[in-house]
């Protein structure tokens, strides 16, 4: 007897794959000897279906997954390298998008691609010793950022703000920087300078000004003007309504 072609159809999710028998499985138009009455059973197998994987925008390979056809399996992690400044978002199969662990039903052989977005990192201002707070912001890692005007106030009034430090390196207000990871911009601040400078008083002559940083010590000079007239003579240096001779060390404070 010549065994026949399978018109069964099959359950859910399966082919067929051979008949059986006695318990040994058989192929469709193999001929065999019939001897007894017997029973032809046929024999199922899953149908297996590929998961494949695209990167997108990124780069790289990850190998297929095979499946049985209706089942589930979970989206995995990508092991695509993402484009610069990128991580992945997530999948897309069709029109539908699916986070990384989401569970899918697989019923045919599927492609899986790779979505990127921009990561995002943060921007903060540190007053370093000043006084106040400066609101920083959230770009797209390997964007421009326009350095803000200083917001802070001076540690002391001894000081002013001389710049931004990025990096290492001293940055004005308004410089457009290259973001490339999480970046503290922190604030540099100077001594303000101020100058002494001699008045002779309705004497004569001149004697050289000094520069110096507010709140720092200078040490008052001796007279080096002529007096107005040959009945006077130096007696001493006036500092804010106080009398000062020379050689005493005073505090500059503008």
Known sequence: YKVLDSTFTAPENQEFKTWEIDGKEVAPDTEITVTKDTVVKAVWKDIMVDINFEPGEGSGTMDKVTVKKGSTFNLPSSKFTAPENMELKGWKIGDTEYQVGDKITVNDNTTVTAIWKKIQVNVTYDGNGGKGSMDGATVDKGSEYAVLPNGFTAPDDTQEFKAWEVDGQEVAPGTKITVKDN????????????????????????????????????????????????????????????????????????
Do not use: C, R
């Open 183 to 254: 970046t503290v911009i922190k604030a540099i601040w100077k001594k303000i300078p101020v100058s002494v400078t001699y008045d002779a008083n309705g004497g004569s002559g001149e004697m050289a000004a000094a520069t110096v940083d507010k709140g720092g010590k200078y040490t008052v000079l001796p007279n080096a003007f002529t007096a107005p007239d040959d009945t006077q003579e130096f007696k001493a240096w006036e500092v804010n309504g106080q009398e000062v001779a020379p050689g005493t060390e005073i505090t500059v404070n503008g």
